[in-house]
C-alpha cells in the first residue's frame, strides 16, 4: 500500500522560510516522478514544484521560481520543498503526490499523479 505522509507546515511571517518533507512507504519512490501542490481556501488545487525520479529534472510553477527549491533523496524514499521568502499568497495546504508514469517528465497537471498525501498547512502571516 503505498502512503506520502507530509511534514513541516506551520505558521511563519511573511520573509520566512519553511521546509516541506513527503516520506513515502510502500513505494521505491526512485521510480515515481514527484510533485508539491497546493490548494489555498476556495481555490483550486495548483502545481508547485515537480521533479524527476533521478533528480535531474525540475519544474516550478511561475509563481515559486527563486524562492522554492524541490529535491529529493531516493535512499530516503523522501522528496523535500525548501520555501523562502515566503509571502502571505503562498498559504494553503502543500501536498505531494507521486506519478507512477513511465515518461519520467513532470506534469503539472494534478490528475497525472496516482497517489497522493493529507496535505500539510502552510500560512504565511504579513
Known amino acids: 500500500q503505498v502512503q506520502l505522509v507530509e511534514s513541516g507546515g506551520g505558521l511563519v511571517q511573511a520573509g520566512g522560510s519553511l521546509r516541506l518533507s513527503c516520506a513515502a512507504s510502500?513505494?521505491?519512490?526512485?521510480?515515481?516522478?514527484m510533485g508539491w501542490f497546493r490548494q489555498a481556501t476556495g481555490k483550486e488545487r495548483e502545481f508547485v514544484a515537480g521533479i524527476n525520479r533521478s533528480g535531474g529534472n525540475k519544474n516550478y510553477a511561475d509563481s515559486v521560481k527563486g524562492r522554492f527549491t524541490i529535491s529529493r533523496d531516493n535512499a530516503k524514499n523522501t522528496v523535500y520543498l525548501q520555501m523562502n521568502s515566503l509571502k502571505p499568497e503562498d498559504t494553503a495546504v502543500y501536498y505531494c503526490a507521486a506519478d507512477r508514469s513511465w515518461t519520467n517528465i513532470v506534469i503539472v497537471t494534478p490528475t497525472a499523479y496516482d497517489y497522493w498525501g493529507q496535505g500539510t498547512q502552510v500560512t504565511v502571516s504579513s
Open positions: 510502500g513505494v521505491t519512490s526512485s521510480s515515481y516522478v
